[in-house]
């Protein structure tokens, strides 16, 4: 069955099977691949994307039940001029290895910091233990997002 | 991981989601999807439609009165953390949503769909059986609401019948000087707790507690209450003394599942020193 939706800021309509997860509609029929599937059943949090303005695991979401919503996957997080500063503060605190688990961190940070730019280390690790990272343990990812809060709050200002 | 095919349809009404569900007893309906979709994946279940709630309208809504607060069956995890009234209103229930899986979830999970998911380590269910709730369902013959201590039935089973569709949690209203306590134990933070204990009580002019209510999840078969212990509270102060003999009586009254993730008699212990834990942060706290 038909499905319109818009992707990073772009209407798109796909045809999907209702059984189709969101993450494998991103995935298979639209080539975002940025979002990446670990457990399928909402343990892991790597397929996470924000969806109307909030961060949920797109393998535990139908394509279908997406219908007319405004969807931001982790290729609409990142800017024309380059990096931004969730993304550079990553790369500055060695916040990823080998990259699977990333833009479920990204998005999930970006989410919650674009809602909350004081969160504090506790509510950032609360919210990020819904994320699994099995290389580089979470220290670095959590001062990343510690880092990033900054530009947040500015841009939270008129 | 991929579910088994099913036909999809998101109704506009209620009567319309009903007859959809009686007209093919394989339907299943859907909210949020946050249990149902694992259990799709998984493919432990295999519906030949999903009906999908979120066109209903009316199911949204949180309401704190004189006759208790009442959510919504589309009420999402974050909708009552994020909702201020109900922190006066029902802080049993906001403490123990709290502990509600992670961020992601809370983001989508549902009052409705964990109340008919019954999954008995589930934070929902367990206050609205200590609490002695009403779930309002409506179905093909109309509407009816059912006790939460009758509606679990046992482990992911509930007394609905198979076209009813919750639309609305009635917790009985919370007096404000109520002392309560909730404790859970779960490996990791957003886990399922291995055990977990809801309590309240009143307490007279004497300081003694009156109308005490305690339930379990986790160490259990489904959430329900446990009468011995009440009475171990009822009409004495939570003293030390009547703590240990609460925590005891806990002890005696569940009977634990064994599986992977602990052994009964953990679970045992546990349910013993969450008891504890949990009358000690009662008779500390103040009112709500």
Redesign the interface.
Known sequence: MPVGFTVNGKPVTVEVEPRTSLADCLRDKLRLTGTHLGCEHGVCGACTVIVDGAAVRSCLLLAVQAEGSDIVTVEGLSQEEGLTPLQTAFRKHHALQCGFCTPGMLTTAHALLSEEPNADEERIRSVLSGNLCRCTGYIPIVEAVLEARAAYRKADKP | ????????C?PGTLEEAVALLAADPGARP?AG??SL??V???RLASPSM?V?L?RVPGLNGITTGADGVRLGANVRW?DIEDDAPLASAHPLLRAAVAHV?????R??GTVGGSLAHADPAAELPGIAVTCGAQIAVVGASGGRTIPAAEFFTGPLTTALRGEEIITELRLPPWPAPRRWGFEEFSR???DFALAGIALFYDEDAQGHAANARIGVIGACSRPHRLASVEGALNGRVIDDETIAAAASAARAAVDPPQDLHAPADYRRALVGTLTERALRAAAARRGG
């Open positions: 991981m991929k579910p088994p095919p099913f036909e999809y998101a859907i999807g946050q979709m694992p799709l994946n998984f999903l999908d979120r974050r899986a992670h961020y992601q979830i983001n989508r990791r933070q957003g």
